[in-house]
């Protein structure tokens, strides 16, 4: 590994590392190790891959700020719903299909009551949210892609589970060009467009413990419905005239003032294993203070490759190899430093197994 201290094309050796056949490292470099560049040298012909990761402190606390106040608890019995669709025509006009009525909010940010009865058909039928789009297992939330490709996120408040599964709840939308937010379990996830490899490449934002039954973009604000009926007004929060709806108003980057990203789970709990075959991928990128449990119920020891993949579309890397005595729960604290964005493991024999990872 070279540095060109100054950007002026001097190199210079920073550290040099050997790797077995197949093998594969990580890599933390110290605040001492410096340079504007960085390139990589091999001593011979191969293919490879070196992939690099920088990433912020994580200064945010898991509670999220008060702007948000109004907003139901995923608790809540009763909430202000709404499904919403930026109106065409050049109505210039966001509708709001509630259980109440239909309104529409305006460019002045008036959410009024309108005789539209065709308009909020329209909404129910065509932005009705989608059924068994996710899975929630005991373990994680699991997504299969268009590509079939097999995903598993962390789970939240078990709260979620009930209108999770009953459709209550919108669980993706495009919220920008190519962009959609991603609402999966209480956290919120930036899903790159199928394009760009979609699930591959996503990436928490923030946790919440909120009903959220809609959001959309809109005029360039950040709309959600799922609002508490006694909620009232804020700088955010705008209620129509005969108080029967309301919604938050304000901006996509607002979301990471709801807490850091946070979760548990894991691809398997307690799951018949097969000796060999690698568990599906689950996320581990963005999280912090990140730890690792796993057990069997085999009575001879278990050798567990714990793999990691840093890129989203690359190769698979192995971040350690354990051996697991019957009985025993093998516990691990990443690193602060260690960066991945998907987790998965390999065991050598076939058994029930638990890998649980919990991110506080």
């Known amino acids: 590994f070279e540095v060109d201290l100054d950007g002026n ?32 040298h091999a001593d011979q012909t191969t293919i490879a891959t070196c992939q690099f990761n920088y990433s912020d402190i994580e200064e945010r606390e898991q509670e999220g700020h008060d702007i948000f106040a109004g907003i139901a608890d995923v ?39 309108k005789d539209r009865p065709e308009m909020q058909s329209f909404i129910e039928q065509k932005f009705a949210i989608p059924q068994n789009v996710i899975s929630v297992e005991p373990s994680s939330v699991l997504v299969v892609d268009d590509q079939d490709r097999r995903w598993r996120f962390p789970l939240g408040d078990p709260s ?9 709840l919108r669980i993706c939308r495009e919220v920008a060009t ?41 005029r360039g604000m950040l709309v959600l419905t799922g609002i508490t009926p006694d909620a009232p007004m804020t700088d955010h ?8 709806a309301a919604v938050w108003v304000g901006v ?3 979301l990471w003032k709801l807490g850091k990203p946070t979760g548990r789970g894991g691809p398997w709990k307690d799951n018949l294993i097969e000796a060999g075959k690698p568990s599906d991928p689950y996320l581990i990128g963005f999280y912090d203070q990140r730890s690792l449990s796993i057990s069997h119920d085999s009575s001879d020891p278990v050798t567990f490759r714990v ?11 192995l ?13 691990h604290d990443f690193p602060d430093d260690f960066q991945a964005r998907w987790i998965r493991f390999v065991g050598d024999v076939s058994c029930k197994a638990t890998a649980w990872l919990d991110y506080q």
Not at 192 to 201: I, L, Q, R, S
């Open 9 to 40: 094309g001097n190199w210079v050796n920073l550290r040099s590392i050997r790797l077995p056949p197949m093998g594969s490292t990580y890599l933390s470099f110290k605040e001492s190790d410096q340079g504007e560049w960085i390139r990589v």
């Open 75 to 113: 608790n809540s019995d009763e909430i202000m719903d709404g499904l919403l669709y930026g109106l065409g025509d050049n109505d210039r006009k966001l509708g709001v299909a509630t259980s109440k009525g239909y309104y529409e909010l305006d460019g002045a940010l008036v959410l009024d009551r």
């Open 160 to 168: 979620f589970d009930e209108p999770t599964e009953a459709g209550k």
């Open 178 to 218: 190519e962009r959609d937010l991603f609402n999966c379990h209480g956290t919120f996830y930036e899903l790159p467009a199928e394009n760009a490899d979609g699930f591959a490449k996503i990436r928490p934002i923030a946790s919440h413990s909120f009903r959220i039954h809609d959001y959309a973009s809109y």
């Open 237 to 244: 929060l705008i209620r129509s005239e005969d108080e029967q």
């Open 252 to 254: 996509i980057d607002d």
């Open 307 to 317: 793999e990691v993949e840093p890129i989203g579309h690359g190769p698979w890397m």
């Open 319 to 331: 971040y350690q190899r354990v051996e697991v005595a019957p009985g025993e729960v093998y516990r």
